[in-house]
């Protein structure tokens, strides 16, 4: 059974750094594309990062040069390093994984393209 499970969440500053942890169980984290989402009350669900089998990853504009998506095959976990949090980054994240190892969507932020689902970690970050 494949089965995410994020962690790290919490409450921090403005300025502030969280590394949230998505732990795999049923598939290897480096044989699908893999990334992270966010969702804040009233907007939609929204790309954040990526990271490909190859390792290549992809960001949406308004964290580029704050976070850092990663993998540790051994320890089959996902990770999202967050620096320089503002309030804008406030948000329930998700880990997510596509199902396709021959995906022509590898760099995708679109959430439609993921198949397994993590249960979310809550981030808030306060001024």
């Known amino acids: 059974q494949v089965q995410l499970v994020e962690s790290g969440g919490g409450s921090v500053q403005t300025g502030g750094s969280l590394r949230l942890s998505c732990a795999a169980s049923?598939?290897?984290?480096?044989?699908?594309?893999m990334g992270w989402f966010r969702q804040a009350p009233g907007k939609q669900r929204q790309g954040v990062a990526t990271?490909?089998?190859?390792?290549?990853?992809n960001f949406v504009n308004s964290v580029k040069g704050r976070f850092t998506i990663s993998r540790d095959n051994a320890k089959n976990t996902l990770y999202l390093e967050m620096n320089s949090l503002n309030v804008e980054d406030t948000a329930m994240y998700y880990c997510?994984?596509?199902?396709?190892?021959?995906?022509?969507?590898?760099?995708?932020?679109?959430?439609?393209?993921?198949?397994?689902w993590g249960q979310g970690t809550q981030v808030t970050v306060s001024s």
């Open positions: 997510a994984s596509q199902a396709n190892k021959f995906s022509p969507w590898r760099q995708s932020l679109n959430p439609v393209r993921y198949e397994y």
């Open positions: 049923g598939f290897s984290v480096s044989t699908y594309s």
């Open positions: 990271i490909d089998p190859d390792g290549a990853t």
